[in-house]
Nanobody, 121 residues
């Protein structure tokens, strides 16, 4: 059974920084694209950033220049360094990973349980 466990959320003042981590575990054979989505109250979940297994990154326009996504392939872990945080960055941040596991024998998108990020003004 594949699981994604997130950590690193919390409360921070505007202009501050936070670092999120997400570790995938279980019967993993291969990990493809990993990324972060967020959902603000009353809004739909949106892509924040993602990174392919070859290291190519993709960011939402709203976070370009402020957030950095990285990954450790050996540990099936993805990180999100969030700098110059704004109140509009507030929301629940979800980790997502496309994983080929022995449980399913094909690539499947797994989600973490989410971690709260609150940016005060």
């Amino acid at each position: 059974q594949v699981q994604l466990v997130e950590s690193g959320g919390g409360l921070v003042q505007a202009g501050g920084s936070l670092r999120l981590s997400c570790a995938a575990s279980g019967s993993i054979i291969s990990t493809g694209t990993m990324g972060w989505h967020r959902q603000a109250p009353g809004k739909q979940r949106e892509l924040v950033a993602e990174i392919r297994s070859n290291g190519i990154e993709n960011y939402a326009d709203s976070v370009k220049g402020r957030f950095i996504i990285t990954r450790d392939n050996a540990k099936n872990t993805v990180f999100l360094q969030m700098n110059s945080l704004k109140p509009e960055d507030t929301g629940v941040y979800f980790c997502k990973a496309r994983i080929f596991s022995s449980d399913r024998a094909f690539y499947y998108d797994y989600w973490g349980q989410g971690t709260q990020v609150t940016v005060s003004s």
